[in-house]
């Protein structure tokens, strides 16, 4: 059972806790400055570092964020306009951008960088889970140490925060090994299937073509993650139209 009478030092003791946990978390990533962050108890990024980790221009990225086609409730809950000051001392807009942003703004963003760029957003989220769990096994281990409405808080956070990562996951698309393997594969069943060298090229493309329909990508380096073992079983089995 939970003792209510030792709940404001349980807190204390949680927050202090936490505390631990987010400055943890916000260092994963840190550079310049880092790129996500918590604030409020809140996983966070902005827009000026979304723009320097994807190589991107700022004023590109405020674009992108002021055109996505989302509701007003979702950008006014995951877009915060805010100013920085510039070294000549004028200010300028910038975004706060949640976890749920983040992900709603980047998928669009495709190639080598960017899918890199994903994963170490990735593996920030992975370290904050871990801190979260920490807590939380600590908590189970010991009753007193947080009181019950702060632990269906953090067990529910946890949860956010799984769902999150599949749904990046999901957008992560081939790195550049995975590519050269699906490449080889591809070379591979084009030479088996051309009877004659000036019929490769012929072949080269028509395969292309159906890998590009097949996975609904422009470019077979867009293919994501997930997809790798269905197109490399897909070129295997692949036979040019007579």
């Known amino acids: ?5 030792k709940d404001v030092k349980m807190l ?3 927050n202090h806790k936490v505390e631990i946990s987010n400055r943890k978390a916000s260092s994963v990533l840190e550079e310049d400055r880092n790129f996500v962050y918590v604030e409020n108890g809140q996983a966070m990024t902005d827009s000026r570092s979304i723009a320097d980790k994807f190589g991107k221009r700022h004023a590109d990225i405020l674009r992108s964020i002021k055109t996505l086609e989302c509701s007003a409730e979702f950008t006014e809950r995951n877009f915060a306009l805010s100013e920085y000051m510039d070294k000549s001392g004028r200010k300028n807009p910038y975004y706060k951008v949640t976890r749920d942003g983040f992900v709603f703004l980047i998928t669009g963003f495709t190639g080598r960088e960017a899918a890199r760029f994903k994963e170490d957003y990735i593996a920030a989220f992975n370290q904050m889970e871990i801190q979260l769990q920490g807590l939380l096994a600590s908590a189970q281990s010991n009753p007193l140490v947080i009181s019950e409405v702060a632990f269906t808080q953090m067990k529910e956070r946890v949860k956010e925060v799984e769902q999150q990562l599949n749904r990046v996951t999901k957008e992560i698309t081939l790195i550049t090994c995975e590519q ?3 490449h080889a594969a591809i ?4 030479i088996l299937m051309a009877n004659q060298p000036s019929q490769r090229p012929g072949v080269f493309r028509q395969l292309y073509r159906s890998i590009y329909a097949e996975f609904e990508v422009a470019s077979y380096r867009d293919i994501r993650k997930g997809d790798l073992e269905r197109a490399l079983q897909y070129v295997e089995c692949w036979r ?3």
């Open 240 to 242: 040019p139209l007579a």
């Open 1 to 5: 059972m939970y003792v209510l009478r």
């Open 12 to 14: 204390k003791d949680v």
């Open 187 to 190: 070379r591979r069943r084009v």
């Open 180 to 182: 050269k393997m699906l």
